[in-house]
């Protein structure tokens, strides 16, 4: 079993930056693929951006260039670095744990409020 947890939300005004910690357990953390996803109020959960076990990243078009995801493995941790924020970043973020591969998002977290005033 593998559990997920994320922290770092918070309330910060357009233009400014937060950092996202989403910590799995697991003794092969290093073999996952972790994702961001984000649910805004009245909308449907949508990706934005996932690192593999080899570093390879992706992202939401939305996002690319203000938001970077990266991973310490020696901390079962992956970061998201949440840039030039804008009102419509306003979610719940959670992450997930492919530990499979195939894009099977396995295990969840519950999810940490990002807020973004205008």
């Known amino acids: 079993q593998v559990q997920v947890k994320e922290s770092g939300g918070g309330l910060v005004q357009a233009g400014g930056s937060l950092r996202l910690s989403c910590e799995a357990s697991g003794r092969r953390f290093d073999s996952y693929t972790i994702g961001w996803f984000r649910q805004a109020p009245g909308k449907e959960r949508e990706f934005v951006t996932s690192i593999t076990w080899s570093g390879s990243t992706y992202y939401k078009d939305s996002v690319k260039g203000r938001f970077t995801i990266s991973r310490d493995n020696s901390k079962n941790t992956v970061y998201l670095q949440m840039n030039s924020l804008k009102p419509e970043d306003t979610a719940v973020y959670s992450c997930?744990?492919?530990?499979?591969?195939?894009?099977?998002?396995?295990?969840w977290g519950q999810g940490t409020q990002v807020t973004v005033s205008s």
């Open positions: 997930a744990a492919d530990t499979v591969g195939g894009g099977v998002w396995g295990y």
